[in-house]
């Protein structure tokens, strides 16, 4: 790297610096919050004042190229008293760089190249190209919000620019010229005069620019710019919204037909005397009846379409969340297209829930608590009506009934898992129709039928209909997931009940040689058999310090299982016996998989799945029943606490989302972990 690159430059002055700590970048410093720490670390290391000022930056943020050039403004974060750092930071200004920000002290300040060109010159191009660049950011703003402006001009500045414009030899910056005059209102009828005959190669990445200044500063041109625009599929909503003129409708129906800036669509069909709900049925209509080729475009489309149907069929002053419920019980509305809006909102309930629970919890003092889009009351409301509007769209589609949860969209499965006890008895029809669905993917399959099976809800015909697809059901695991695989849970039941076809599906997979089977595989032996030889096939694995996590993480949940039937004790004191078993406590990451499995299977006919969820009120209860397990080793107990400490409901119960948990729950949950920690310390 040259000496005099940007970041050699940068780098020596700050770190040269008497007034400040810099933390320089290094590979190990990835987040923001390890610069702090470092910085934290080195000031205690030499010694120096706590308070003591401190910048730096973490590699990812790093706005240099390979040469070290500056190529965008480089964020640099802070501690410390914020006008020294201003101070130190604004020393470079001589050097050929400017500083922005650092107008509070949560906000980072922002260092960019200058120059200072001095007329409007081919010979001072390149000075122009940096002095430009910093003029036309739209983030590079000074003064406080709301009032936030564009850098200033200098003395003699606006002259120059207007200069550039009327010269042929400077084309390289007139768009960025235009650009930084636009952002400060300061364009004139010449400087649009002089663009006329080059503004489709200048403004080649976005022509609506040039034609919403004409527009905006009442140029003649301006109809002729966005009738070519118009012509060339080119023009923008947000343009043709401007002009207002009735030609525009087409144009902006096309737009409104990928996808784009429907809201603005059904603004300019209402100006042009279109009711706007009938104008977005016959645009969704028209979407289904022509779909793209490609599903995700056609997805995008109708998802849009539906973002904005709610306000255009409905009083626009609604809140959005009532907007949706009316909407789904207007007639008026085809019944597949508020299917469709029910299927898009299908987390709206869960997000109420978490919002209405967070009401209960004070703000932390770091950060104010989130106001919630409605009122508590409104919120109740929806909430009660949901389900009936639901199922009501579907009836009318010809859909199966709801299972109170999209099976397609993994939010919704975690939330429907967190809740199962009030989810499962009140969507039956909706649990055991999709579970048999050949529609259903394997995930959705296996939430639904968990919280069937979870709740003693499933059927002898409910496990035949799933068991009729067991092989659609057999696929690659689904990463992340919060219920076990269907095909698991489907032989769980199948045993419990004494089919016959467990035994055949787990021999079917254990003949799988696919390395993704491998962990599902595991499951199935120490759930169907109990002989010795697997018992000490899925200990080895369990215990071994070279398996995989994933196989590593089955094989102890198996083994445990395998154990738990063999022995006729609870998984939970077979999974204490495991962690207990020589060596493996000295491991903590093979310990922690028994500690995990004794969590898991606190309640073996609703066993958990997945990683420990740090916000999960199921999680942290069952870790609480393990630890105060009297009949479980203190230090498997103490382990098991540790583990429960990770929950972020215990630490931070008002920055979580918690579906299922409001203040009492939590506060009962706190109290309750503090009651087993002080018994296991004289344990």
């Not at 974060?77 to 020393?91: M, N």
């Not at 490609?294 to 904005?308: G, I, N, T, W």
């Not at 299977?601 to 740090?614: K, N, S, V």
């Not at 203040?663 to 503090?674: A, K, V, Y």
């Amino acid at each position: 790297m040259p000496a005099t690159s940007d970041r050699a430059v940068l780098l020596a002055a700050l770190r040269g610096s008497a007034d400040l700590l810099f933390v320089t970048p290094d590979d190990e410093l990835v987040t923001q919050e390890e610069v702090h720490h470092e910085a934290r670390e080195q000031i205690r290391r030499r010694g120096l004042p706590p308070d003591t000022p401190y910048a730096g930056w973490h590699t990812p943020a790093s706005a240099f190229d390979r040469k070290g050039s500056l190529r965008r403004p480089q964020a640099i974060y802070f501690g410390g008293d914020r006008e020294t750092v201003g101070r130190a930071l604004r020393r470079l200004e001589p050097a050929g760089y400017a500083v922005f920000g650092g107008r509070s002290d949560t906000e980072a300040f922002l260092l960019v190249r200058d120059a200072r060109p001095t007329a409007a010159d081919p010979a001072q191009l390149d000075d122009w190209r940096v002095r430009l660049a910093l003029l036309s950011d739209p983030n590079l703003t000074v003064g406080q919000s709301p009032t936030k402006l564009p850098v200033p001009l200098r003395d003699g500045e606006e002259a120059l620019l207007h200069t550039i414009l009327a010269s042929s030899s400077l084309a390289p910056v007139h768009r960025q010229t235009f650009l930084a005059l636009g952002r400060r209102h300061l364009l004139v009828t010449d400087d649009i005069d002089h663009l006329l005959s080059t503004w489709r190669t200048v403004f080649a990445e976005d022509p609506s620019a040039f034609a919403r200044a004409a527009l905006d500063s009442g140029h003649p041109a301006a109809g002729r710019l966005i009738g070519e625009l118009l012509a060339d599929g080119a023009a923008t909503a947000d343009l043709l919204w401007a002009w207002g003129d009735p030609a525009a409708l087409p144009g902006c129906r096309r737009l409104a037909l990928r996808g784009d800036s429907i809201d603005v669509y059904l603004r300019l069909a209402a100006r042009a005397g279109t009711a706007p709900g009938a104008a977005a049925i016959a645009l969704a209509t028209e979407m289904r009846a022509t779909p793209d080729p490609d599903p995700a475009v056609q997805k995008r489309r109708m998802e849009a379409l539906c973002y904005a149907l709610p306000a255009a069929v409905g009083d626009p002053d609604l809140p959005v969340q009532r907007a949706i419920v009316n909407t789904l019980r207007d007639g008026t509305v085809p019944a597949w297209l508020r299917a469709e809006l029910a299927r898009l909102h299908a987390y709206l309930p869960f997000r109420l829930r978490s919002e209405l629970n967070r009401l209960t919890y004070p703000s932390d003092g770091r950060r104010p608590s989130p106001r919630p889009a409605i009122g508590p009351d409104e919120s109740r409301a929806v909430l009660a009506e949901w389900d009936e509007a639901v199922d009501g769209a579907r009836r009318a589609a010809g859909l199966p009934p709801w299972p109170g949860f999209d099976p397609e969209d993994a939010r919704c499965r975690e939330a429907a898992v967190e809740l199962l006890d009030e989810m499962a008895p009140g969507h039956l029809a909706g649990l055991r129709a999709c579970s048999a669905h050949r529609s259903v993917s394997e995930p959705g399959t296996a939430a639904c039928l968990y919280l069937l099976t979870a709740t003693s809800s499933a059927r002898a015909q409910d496990l035949a209909a799933v068991a009729e697809r067991w092989p659609e059901l057999f696929v690659a695991p689904t990463p992340y997931t919060t219920v076990p695989p269907a095909l698991l849970t489907l032989v769980r039941a199948l045993r419990a009940a004494g089919d016959p076809l467990a035994d055949t599906v787990t021999r079917s997979v254990l003949a799988d040689r696919n390395d993704w089977s491998r962990p599902l595989r595991h499951l199935l032996a120490g759930e169907m058999f109990t002989d010795e030889e697997t018992a000490t096939r899925l200990w080895t694995i369990a215990a071994s310090t070279s398996s995989t996590a994933a196989d590593r993480d089955e094989a102890a949940q198996a083994f445990v299982l395998l154990d738990s039937r063999r022995s006729g004790e609870s998984p939970r004191q077979a999974a204490a016996r495991a962690y207990a078993a020589a060596a493996v406590p000295k491991i903590p990451f093979v310990g922690r998989a028994f500690i995990v499995c004794a969590v898991a299977l606190a309640e073996p006919r609703r066993p958990l799945w997945g990683y420990f969820g740090q916000g999960s009120v199921r999680w942290l209860s069952a870790a609480l029943l393990v630890a105060e397990d009297e009949e479980l080793p203190a230090d498997f107990r103490r382990a098991t606490l540790d583990l429960a400490r990770r929950s972020t409901i215990l630490s931070h119960p008002a920055r979580v989302r918690l579906v299922a948990a409001d203040r009492t729950t939590t506060d009962g949950l706190r109290s309750r972990f503090e009651q087993i920690s002080a018994r296991l310390l004289t344990a």
